[in-house]
């Protein structure tokens, strides 16, 4: 495929390093990464437990910040933003996967949907659409008046998926999204995910352990102790 | 944010409930002490501007002569003068103590005229010599009814004291004595000046209604300076001083009574604090996974905050309703030490607002940790 038809590069990740301290000592988990996500990727990142996949993700979700080097996305330098800044920016730009699901337990999944609408501005009875759709979009809006205790694992997991998704945000971020499911439900949720990329556009980024989600994606990266297997930021 | 707010309030319902019933009762408490130091302080509130009370200067323990009546009268600005003393007698028992004063019934109940009385029964008191007056509250103590003879045994003035109720008050205001009983000055003095003529034509204290407030200051230091020099010099002061004197002497109690309503609020504020501690210990993986949708620090702070209050709320909302008939039961059980145990809206307000105010000070600990809480630190919680 010629360059030109490729869609742009959304994510530039360039040099990135990462670390924890624990106590005096110092735990490096990224790097010198470097990593290019074109818009509309599915892209699955694997490797072994401690390799630093979920800090990448964190990192790209703008959810942790990088000790060194630059990660741009859509244009904009997100390691230089401020934690509110970052904030706004997570709530348009990402939604996140968790692989407990994590909805909140004292909220109906329509209201669990349309919780990161509250931030927005938009009015009462809007949110509640958008909610609606998402759900509907992930099949389950049979189940919207359900708390989360009353649903599977599978459909808290398409709750979370819509909630994700309810913002229209540009990257979905999934942090082994399959890894708390049955074979049946992971297939469903894989198969949604799927449909998102290839459907609605979205640019997918999965950490996984299992091989067969990691086949869904359009292409696979592996961490090895925080170093990625290739560091060609051009692919 | 609201619904959000109250279903995690209601999250844990024991630890909830158990947290709502203390600050209930923290502010039950709180507000019946200080009740207790508002009756405690009744009098002060219910005594008047317009009212000087003249007492022997060295102390009121000593009497003052009859005789100076008519000096103080002349002074310019003064428009009534009544006078009295404490009798001081037991009704049957001891125990049934209520305070009973002789006093120039005419001007003193021109003067005090939150003492509502019926004109016809006024009138019969007046009348009479050995009629006596009750307030309703102390009628009703002991069920006596009008034409009652009621028979004190006199301890400053030795003797049983036979009396006719003739009439029986009503207050003006809520917070109005009722438990108050008067009689005729004359009736004893008359008897005095046949048994124990040393002490007959004496008066406890003058008091005396000024017709310009302004001028109640001028009218007291003229009303001391005429008999100044003399055998009982006086001391003029307003009833709210003079009330205010009594007060003072057990200033030491109502100081702990203050104390200890406090000491409860910031017991129930550690107790408070410390369940929302837990809460926010439990939900740090909530609070990351909140901030990961786009929420910040300070809606994470409205969050807690919002729920450590409506925590508050509920018990102090449950505090205030039990108020009401917990006073009713402390002015029933313990109407002889507290004549007036009314709770005021200066107190019910305060109650509130403390109750919003642990609210908020138990939240502040919680807050401040979930909002600085770094998300991948939160998340890192999950499994």
Excluded at chain 1, 32 to 57: D, Q, Y
Excluded at chain 1, 194 to 213: C, F, S, Y
Excluded at chain 2, 57 to 65: E, K, V
Excluded at chain 2, 114 to 136: D, M, S, T, Y
Aim: proline share 4%.
């Amino acid at each position: 495929m010629a360059e030109e038809s490729l869609p742009p590069v959304l994510v530039e990740i360039n040099d990135l390093t990462k670390s924890y301290r624990r106590g005096l000592q110092i735990i490096p988990v990224l790097q010198h990464v470097c990593l290019n996500i074109r818009a509309g990727e599915f892209l699955a990142l694997m490797g072994p437990s401690g390799s630093g996949k979920t800090t990448l993700l964190n990192l790209i979700a703008g959810i942790d910040q990088p000790d060194a080097g630059t990660l741009r996305i859509a244009g904009v330098d997100i390691s230089r933003l401020s934690e509110s800044e970052l904030a706004i920016w997570r709530h348009r730009h990402v939604g996140f996967i968790f692989q407990f699901y994590n909805l909140v337990p004292v909220l109906t999944a329509l209201e669990n949907v349309e919780l990161p609408l509250m931030l927005s501005e938009l009015p009462r009875r809007e949110r509640r659409l958008h909610a609606e759709l998402a759900l509907q979009l992930v099949g389950i809006a049979d189940r919207m008046d359900h708390y989360p205790r009353q649903l599977s694992g599978g459909q808290q997991q398409r709750v979370a998926i819509a909630r994700a998704i309810v913002t229209d945000p540009v990257i979905i971020a999934a942090d082994e999204p399959t890894g708390d499911l049955d074979k049946v439900s992971a297939q469903e949720v894989l198969e949604l995910l799927t449909r998102l990329n290839q459907e609605m556009g979205k640019t997918i980024i999965m950490v996984t352990h299992d091989p067969r989600a990691a086949e869904r994606a359009s292409r696979l990266q592996h961490l090895d102790k925080g170093v990625l297997n290739a560091c060609t930021p051009g692919m | 944010m609201f619904k959000l707010i109250w279903r995690n309030s209601l999250r844990h319902r024991l630890r909830t409930t158990l947290t709502v019933l203390g600050m209930a009762i923290a502010i039950l408490s709180f507000g019946l002490l200080r009740t207790v130091v508002d009756a405690w302080y009744a009098g002060v509130e219910g005594a008047a501007a317009d009212r000087l009370v003249t007492r022997n200067a060295i102390s009121l323990i000593f009497r003052l002569p009859l005789a100076y009546l008519n000096k103080i009268k002349a002074i310019p600005g003064i428009k009534r003068v009544a006078y009295g003393y404490w009798f001081g007698g037991v009704y049957i028992d001891e125990k049934n103590f209520f305070p009973q004063f002789a006093v120039e019934l005419h001007n003193y109940l021109d003067i005090y005229n939150e003492f509502i009385i019926p004109p016809e029964q006024r009138q019969a008191l007046l009348k009479e010599r050995n009629a006596c007056v009750a307030g309703r509250k102390l009628a009703q103590r002991f069920g006596w009814r009008l034409g009652d003879i009621i028979t004190l045994r006199g301890t400053i003035f030795p003797g049983n004291w036979e009396l006719v109720l003739r009439a029986i008050y009503t207050g003006a205001e809520e917070t109005t004595d009722e438990t108050r009983f008067f009689f005729h000055w004359d009736y004893v003095n008359e008897s005095l000046i046949k048994t124990t003529p040393a002490i007959a034509n004496q008066v406890g204290w003058f008091i005396s209604q000024v017709e310009d407030l302004d001028q109640a200051p001028l009218i007291a230091a003229q009303i001391d300076d005429t008999f100044r020099n003399s055998l009982a010099e006086t001391l003029t002061e307003s009833e709210k001083a003079f009330q205010m004197g009594f007060v003072s002497m057990t200033k030491a109690i109502v100081l702990a009574i203050q104390v200890v309503s406090y000491v409860v609020i910031v017991i129930i504020l550690i107790v408070l604090a410390n369940t929302m501690a837990m809460t926010a210990r439990e939900r740090q993986e909530e609070y990351a996974v909140l901030k990961t949708l786009g929420f910040q620090g300070r809606h994470l702070v409205t969050l807690i905050a919002g729920e450590s209050v409506a925590i508050a709320l509920m018990g102090g909302g449950v505090g205030l309703a039990a108020i009401f008939p917990a006073a009713h039961y402390f002015r029933t059980a313990l109407g002889n030490y507290f004549r007036v145990f009314h709770v005021s809206q200066e107190t019910l307000l305060l109650c509130l607002v403390i109750a919003v105010l642990v609210g908020l000070v138990a939240a502040i600990f919680p807050a401040w940790r979930a909002a600085r809480l770094p998300i991948a630190e939160g998340l890192r919680r999950i499994g």
